[in-house]
């Protein structure tokens, strides 16, 4: 029989009845969905690549990066809050290791305690390279002091306290060298890389961080500070060109020629102070960590890194068409 031959009534009945199996299908999904949502011990929904919050310890000295790399993540991804710690080298390591922060952003991979210390609460951590930077070293601009060999800076770094070796016209000043913290990562890697010391001469100093470097250098001529070159790299930011007025970027040569930190030249590592920007990451499963990392590693995550005058890990692809048509008059 027809819908339509039924009686009013009955029509009635069967419209109702199947539109409560709609809604009852629907809550179905709807339960379905959210049983299969991966949730901690007390319940609580846990993140995903693309949502939830989560708080991740960072280098300060990469802080212009980062923040350029998180803005652009969380607009893109609006369900996603990413909370973050700026602090010094060492205590970024130390924050991801107990479980206070997902990920580290550092220069640096896990030492083997450091790894030993993770597996013992049955972790792992996954490193992944997304940048590759340098330190700058910057002068007043009072300063004749133009150029540094690597090897007058090992000097530096190892008693050397008369600026007067390097620059004439300050025949009795007494070098002050500045860095961002005491346990900085710059520090770290001149300690690693460039020359081997227990401890700094009395005349190196940490302040609070790489715009308290510049801030210092732009009010002492006898002062040499200590920076990540993403603070000075980015030519069309508005606080990169205002540090760039007090202060003055040092030429440096492990050779004949000298260098300028230049975004060519950390790439093709002419500049001699390179170092590299790494993801810890000790997620057990596909959570915002991860997500994020994934996000920074890939295309769009490279180009910001293009853009903030440093060189990216992977280097974006650039596509050009060329038409073998002739040009019409």
């Known amino acids: 029989m027809d819908f339509l031959e039924l009686s009013a009534p009955t029509r009635n009945f ?35 690549t693309t949502y939830g919050t989560i708080t991740i310890a960072v280098d300060e000295s990469l802080k ?19 909370n973050i710690i700026y602090t010094s080298e060492e205590a970024a390591i130390r924050a991801m290791l107990q479980d206070s922060a997902r990920l580290a952003i550092v220069t640096r991979s896990l030492t083997e305690e450091e790894n030993k210390y993770l597996l013992n609460q049955q972790y792992t951590c996954k490193e ?23 090897a007058q800076f090992k000097k530096i770094l190892t008693g050397t306290n008369k600026l007067s070796e390097l620059d004439k016209n300050f025949s009795s000043t007494p070098v002050v060298v500045v860095f961002d913290h005491p346990n900085s990562g710059i520090i770290r890697y001149l300690r690693d890389s460039v020359q081997q010391f227990d401890s700094l001469p009395s005349y190196c100093y940490a302040v609070n961080g790489n715009p308290q470097v510049i801030d210092y250098v732009s009010k002492n001529p006898q002062a040499i500070g200590l920076i990540d070159v993403s603070w000075i790299s980015d030519r069309d930011d508005s606080t990169t060109n205002s540090f760039l007025g007090s202060i003055k970027v040092v030429g440096l040569s492990d050779g004949r020629d000298y260098f300028q930190p230049y975004q060519s030249y950390i790439a093709d590592r002419s500049y001699p102070l390179l170092r590299q920007v790494k993801v810890l990451n000790r997620e057990a499963r596909m959570g915002l960590g ?27 692809k650039r596509v050009i068409e060329v038409s073998k048509e002739p040009f019409l008059p």
């Not at 998180?70 to 369900?79: G, K, L, S, V």
């Open 128 to 150: 992944q390279l997304i940048a590759k930077g340098g330190i700058a070293l910057i002068v007043n601009p009072a300063s004749t002091l133009e150029e540094l060999t690597i």
């Open 290 to 316: 991860t997500g994020f990392t994934a996000f920074v590693a890939g295309p769009k995550g490279q180009l910001i890194v293009l853009k903030s005058g440093i060189v990216p890990a992977i280097m974006p």
């Open 64 to 82: 212009p990066l980062i923040d350029a790399e998180i803005d652009t993540f969380e607009a893109t991804y609006t369900n996603a809050h990413i």
């Open 14 to 48: 069967l419209a109702a009845a199947r539109m409560t199996i709609v809604i009852c299908s629907l809550i179905a999904l709807v339960f379905a969905g959210a049983s299969c949502t991966e949730r901690d011990k007390k319940g609580n929904v846990l993140d995903q």
